[in-house]
């Protein structure tokens, strides 16, 4: 079967790189996936793949089962792409983190292993899996129940040049967590003249980014702390009653996230509020660390080797990088999943209007997820 697969890929590369084409022409910003979910939709009829979508979102789950018992195995990708401000054409919408190879990659290895005849033992699951960049798809479909009867998931994702060149893949990549927090303070207004008869709201400001700047968690897990919005103040001879800030956090574990929340907001509360000021403080988005996963990683490695050969393995990616796809075992943990990393010779790197890879890649992504997918079912 493994050698089918090769054969395949090397068969196809112009029907990879046309549904490639396809998608990237029709990018769409997070949550608006519509012409992207109509074409996949399409393409599933045209497989006779049975297929589900959703009124509240955009995405598909797409169910391949011969009637044979086994476990279920989802290959997942992602849908949406970036906006980007344009000196000359204002915003555009463009395909920069490569979700729409990831949509390629799924949709034809499923149709690689139909064509090559291959029986799943158990189900094959395709998740088309909407808004990731705003971290929020892969918990909608939670919510959705999506992933009640899956056992196994595979994800991909396509890694700049500085971390894989084009023919060198790793079974894993391991995205730390981020979380973002919003921040309000409310003082008491009064004369700059008679700043006593008020509360200072930048004076909390100021005790708060010291504060953040302060907070010592464990050396042991890499991890940062940031103020990274402040507003407030209006007229110079008026003590301000009102501001706003952010705070961006990354830690490279979950553990480490919850304890660097904890911390932080311990430290913001105390300090803002010692001048009299209330201050509040939420958790605006959140994303999951991965959990690394040595059974995944060791059947995709294998699929990395059949497919690229030795040389074509790399150890796991480790990334201070978002990926909402750990959500998945994150919420569920008797789900065993990994994300394939997948070198691309891609520049000048992810999230960059002008970002563009080999797209030969497309075909050694197909290969090592329809492998990796029989290696699961056995
Ligand atoms: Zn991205
Ligand atoms: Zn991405």
Request: proline share 5%; aromatic share 6%.
């Amino acid at each position: 079967m493994l050698n089918k697969i090769k054969e395949w890929t090397a068969r196809n590369r112009t029907q990879l790189e046309s549904t490639y084409g396809d998608l990237h022409r029709r990018a769409e910003a997070s949550w608006h996936e519509y012409n992207t979910q109509t074409y996949l939709c399409a393409e599933l009829e045209r497989m006779g793949i049975p297929y589900r979508t959703f009124p509240d979102q955009t995405g598909i789950v797409a169910e391949w089962d011969e009637g044979e018992a086994g476990p279920t195995i989802a290959l997942r990708a992602d849908m949406d792409a970036l906006s980007h401000e344009m000196n000359d054409d204002g915003r555009q919408i463009i395909h920069s983190c490569g979700h729409d190879a990831h949509m390629t990659i799924v949709l034809h290895a499923v149709q690689c292993l139909r064509q090559c005849g291959f029986r799943p033992r158990g189900r094959l699951k395709l998740l088309f899996q909407p808004a990731e960049e705003t971290g929020e798809g892969a918990l909608s479909f939670i919510r959705n129940g999506v992933i009640e009867d899956v056992n196994g998931m595979l994800g991909i994702h396509l890694r700049p040049i500085q971390e894989l060149p084009l023919g060198k893949a790793s079974a894993a990549i391991y995205h730390g967590a981020a979380a973002q927090l919003r921040g309000e303070i409310r003082g008491v207004q009064a004369h700059a003249a008679r700043p006593h008869l008020g509360v200072n709201v930048i004076d909390s400001l100021s005790a708060i980014v010291q504060a953040v700047n302060a907070v010592k968690t464990n050396p042991g897990v890499p991890h940062t702390a940031n103020v990274t919005q402040a507003s407030a103040g209006g007229t110079i001879n008026i003590i301000p009653d009102y501001a706003v800030f952010g705070i961006d956090l990354r830690s490279q574990t979950n553990d480490g996230m919850d304890d660097l929340i904890r911390r932080v907001r311990r430290g913001v509360l105390s300090a803002g509020t010692a001048n009299g000021a209330e201050v509040t403080l939420d958790v605006a988005t959140r994303t999951a660390a991965a959990a690394p996963n040595p059974m995944m990683e060791r059947i995709v490695s294998e699929a990395i080797r059949e497919m690229l050969g030795e040389e074509g393995w790399s150890p796991p990616i480790v990334t201070s990088g978002g990926e909402d796809f750990h959500f998945y075992p994150l919420e569920r943990p008797q789900l065993s999943a990994t994300m394939i990393g997948l070198g691309a010779s891609l520049r000048p790197g992810l999230h960059h209007p002008d970002m563009s890879f080999d797209l030969d890649a497309l075909r050694h992504g197909v290969s090592i997820m329809a492998a990796a997918a029989v290696l699961l079912f056995k």
